[in-house]
């Protein structure tokens, strides 16, 4: 039986000489008061008219934006918005321009620079071309880590380049921490109202011609906040008993879960603290490890069980120092803390066990655990594919091992998954796509693979995918290590891939075998005929490793090459590397 109308008749009778924009406005009106929204008052248009064109772009790095933007997506499309979805990797930075209202969802990485997918957008409008954005509207939501110093960095510059460049700022760059859903659902719930104000009020710039599609990401039955249990099945290490590092290759058997991943994504791993770590910092306090706290997610723990499983006590912050400084009332401390680039040195150099130890303070099991930041899931590049290995993920780990204050220590990831992690033993893991370190979709387009240390994973990937295909494109791999004999990793695959005629050519730079330091950017510049006739030839580049020396380098590399065998301008050959971004033909992984 169909439910009568609550509605007055005469009320019926008015929403139906209503146009649809009027409809529009009118349930987003209506969304916006339920959530608690302040819409100003204004009166229903007379006439239909064109709806203001809506964007919604999301450049993330590790999926934490991509999620808000398309909850921010969700939130508009209720209150009657109609509002495209876009990844930065899918949007074109020049016709900017043509937006007309543009909310962008961004993380930070590195020292404060954008994720990849934004790099494009990041330099246009940076650049000497950067274009006059008078007719764009746009707010910014910023993701970061405040235990970095340039905090949501991107985030800040994004917004503030939008308004130096003429564009109208709809609300306050909003900026979140590492537990960004709350904020992030305060300034959503602040600028959807706005949006939806804004559509009601006036007509829009004709839209652009080509719209790109709303971005589409497939769903996982296990994901972040909820993990699927998996089991470590082989722990072996790859470098000799003489490198001077110790990286492992991880197997680990997703049999029965039903995840599926893709060649180029990131499996995400929730770490559990070392143990000898956890009695450290109970012993400091003076706590018996039995003693109960309350966690920020409204669950309660023994404080062992919290510092093991659900904080992150390996990580130091500003946020950490400073209170610790206050709650000790230590003046050296204190002055630290005080001070932005001693704060910097500080944290650089120490982990919040050994600030405990060297300023030592006896706190409450409670104030404790309040200190630590909650624990927070790690990412490693998959070195495998699953049509090669089946219902298994593979992983290149990088054992991070240090000495403070007379101690060892380990990273919280690669010391459990390298060293204390019995096969056989838990581990909670979910896939993150990363649909923007993709091979090419034609298999017969070569590809230049470069990559340093553990960045070797992904290219691993990418060359059982290869096979299992059967791709006939050409492969190049640009490899660098300390030394050939010590730290050639997953050296005998290399040499059957090129027996096999699947790597093309392999050039490697090892920086600790002889006289000269040697790096994969010195083996590019070496190669620069080469690497642009592959270019011309349509080769898709690719780069995995570390972001701040490696990554920089070998983007400097590629400058020179395009701009000496191209003949170009140096700013003639940045546009060039930014059109095979946006092309998606330059493509990086980098940490």
């Given at each position: ?96 321009p ?90 959503v ?57 110790d ?74 120092v ?26 650089a ?15 409450d ?17 998959i ?71 553990t ?26 290590n ?21 790597l ?14 040697v ?57 060039f ?15």
């Amino acid at each position: 039986m169909n439910q009568a109308n609550p509605l007055p008749p005469e009320l019926s009778a008015q929403l139906a000489s209503l146009s649809p924009v009027q409809l529009a406005w009118l349930s987003g009106y209506c969304w916006a008061k339920s959530q608690g929204g302040q819409i100003p008052q204004t009166a229903l248009p007379a006439a239909a008219v064109p709806a203001r064109r809506v964007t919604v772009l999301s450049a993330s790095q590790t999926g934490n934006a991509r999620r808000v933007a398309q909850d921010l997506h969700a939130k508009l499309t209720t209150g009657g918005v109609d509002a495209r979805l876009v990844s930065a990797a899918d949007f074109k930075s020049k016709t900017l321009p043509d937006e007309d209202i543009l909310l962008l969802v961004t993380s930070t990485q590195g020292e404060g620079e954008p994720p990849e997918e934004a790099l494009p957008l990041y330099k246009l409008l940076n650049g000497k071309k950067a274009p006059k954005l008078d007719g764009l509207t746009f707010a910014v939501l910023g993701l970061g880590d405040s235990s970095y110093p340039k905090f949501c960095q991107a985030g800040k510059d994004f917004d503030a380049k939008f308004a130096e460049l003429g564009g109208k700022r709809l609300a306050d760059a909003g900026v979140c921490d590492l537990e960004f859903q709350t904020a992030a659902d305060a300034w959503v719930n602040a600028v959807v109202p706005k949006v939806i104000e804004l559509c009601a009020q006036q007509s829009a710039v004709p839209a652009a011609a080509d719209l790109m599609p709303s971005e589409n990401v497939p769903e996982q039955v296990y994901g972040k906040e909820k993990p699927y249990a998996a089991s470590l099945s082989v722990r072996q290490k790859i470098t000799s008993r003489d490198a001077e590092k110790d990286v492992e290759h991880i197997e680990i058997d997703l049999a029965g879960s039903g995840i599926r991943y893709q060649a180029g994504d990131a499996l995400g791993v929730w770490p559990q603290n070392a143990p000898d770590l956890v009695q450290e910092i109970l012993s400091l306090n003076r706590l018996n490890g039995s003693e109960t706290v309350n966690l920020a997610d409204g669950t309660a723990a023994d404080i062992q069980t919290a510092l093991t499983q659900h904080l992150d006590i390996t990580q130091n912050t500003p946020a950490f120092v400073q209170q610790y400084a206050a709650l000790s009332g230590n003046a050296d401390l204190q002055a630290t803390a005080a001070d932005a680039a001693a704060l910097e040195a500080f944290i650089a150099e120490n982990p919040p066990v050994g600030v405990m130890a060297a300023y030592p303070f006896a706190l409450d099991a409670q104030t404790l655990a309040d200190l630590f930041r909650a624990q927070t899931p790690r990412l490693y590049s998959i070195a495998s594919a699953q049509d090669e290995v089946g219902d298994e993920v593979h992983l290149t780990v990088g054992m991070v091992r240090f000495i403070h204050h007379g101690n060892g220590y380990t990273g919280a990831a690669s010391g459990f998954l390298g060293e204390r992690l019995e096969e056989g033993g838990e581990v909670r893991v979910f896939v993150e796509p990363n649909p923007h370190f993709r091979l090419p979709a034609d298999g017969g387009t070569p590809v230049i693979m470069i990559g340093a240390g553990t960045g070797i994973a992904p290219f691993r990937a990418f060359m059982q995918q290869r096979a299992a295909n059967g791709d006939e494109g050409k492969n190049w791999l640009v490899f660098g290590n300390q030394r050939f004999t010590d730290d050639f990793l997953y050296q005998a695959e290399w040499q059957q891939f090129r027996k096999d005629g699947l790597l093309t050519r392999a050039d490697l730079a090892w920086s600790r075998q002889g006289t000269e330091k040697v790096y994969v950017q010195h083996k590019l510049a070496a190669a620069a005929a080469d690497v642009w006739a592959w270019l011309k030839e349509g080769a898709h580049i690719y780069v995995c490793g570390d972001a701040t020396r490696m990554a920089r380098d070998v983007e400097t590399a590629l400058l020179d090459i395009i701009s000496a065998q191209g003949g170009m301008s140096r700013d003639d050959a940045e546009e060039f590397l930014n059109d095979l971004r946006e092309e998606k033909r330059y493509q990086r992984d980098v940490y």
